[in-house]
């Protein structure tokens, strides 16, 4: 029934998040983050750079009690376009949500270590883990990605949450 179930939206389920996640997306796939940043251009990269993007969204707005339901809403559309390109790549039904899970649980993961190198100061060695994936990147890189993860970060927590819903990212 979970397939069919897709089909039962209501319309506020179908559009929730939508320009979120947009933006979002649009942000990941700007090409400084590849020149500058030495993001791999791959489909793990790209992958990576849209959970970074994600997750530094959903720290902005994942403590504020009116945003429960845009940070259920967007990690939905998260699942939902993880779920659509593993299916254009070409997996069959029986492997799109083990994939999706786990991409879910990559998600958490970064999350949290992006969470914990903000707090603690040291964003760098969770995005070499995560973003990088154990490749080692030239220092000026991981300090470009960091510094504009970090820019985004600052700039996020001035934007009012009405305005970050309607993806309206600084």
């Known amino acids: 029934m979970g397939f069919l179930d897709r089909f039962r939206r209501t319309s506020r389920q179908d ?12 942000r990941a796939r700007q090409p400084h983050w590849y020149l500058d940043g030495a993001v791999p251009d791959t489909l793990d990269g790209r992958f990576d750079m849209v959970a970074a993007v994600t997750a530094f969204v959903l720290m902005r707005i994942e403590d504020e009690p009116a945003a429960a339901q845009l940070v259920a809403d967007l990690t939905e559309r998260f699942i939902d376009d993880m779920d659509a390109q593993i299916r254009q790549i070409g997996f069959g039904d029986m492997v799109v949500g083990k994939q999706v899970g786990r991409m879910m649980g990559m998600l958490g993961g970064r999350l949290g270590a992006y969470r914990t190198g903000v707090t603690d100061g040291d964003l760098a060695t969770p995005l070499r883990r995560n973003l990088y994936r154990g490749m080692d990147p030239a220092p000026a890189a ?22 970050i819903e309607r993806g309206e990212l600084p």
Do not use: E, N, S
């Not at 559009?15 to 649009?26: D, K």
């Not at 991981?142 to 305005?163: E, G, N, S, T, W």
């Open 15 to 26: 559009v929730a998040a939508v320009p979120l996640y947009q933006a979002v997306v649009a």
């Open 142 to 163: 991981v300090a470009y990605v960091r510094d504009r993860l970090l820019d985004f970060h600052a700039a996020l927590k001035a934007v009012p949450l009405d305005a």
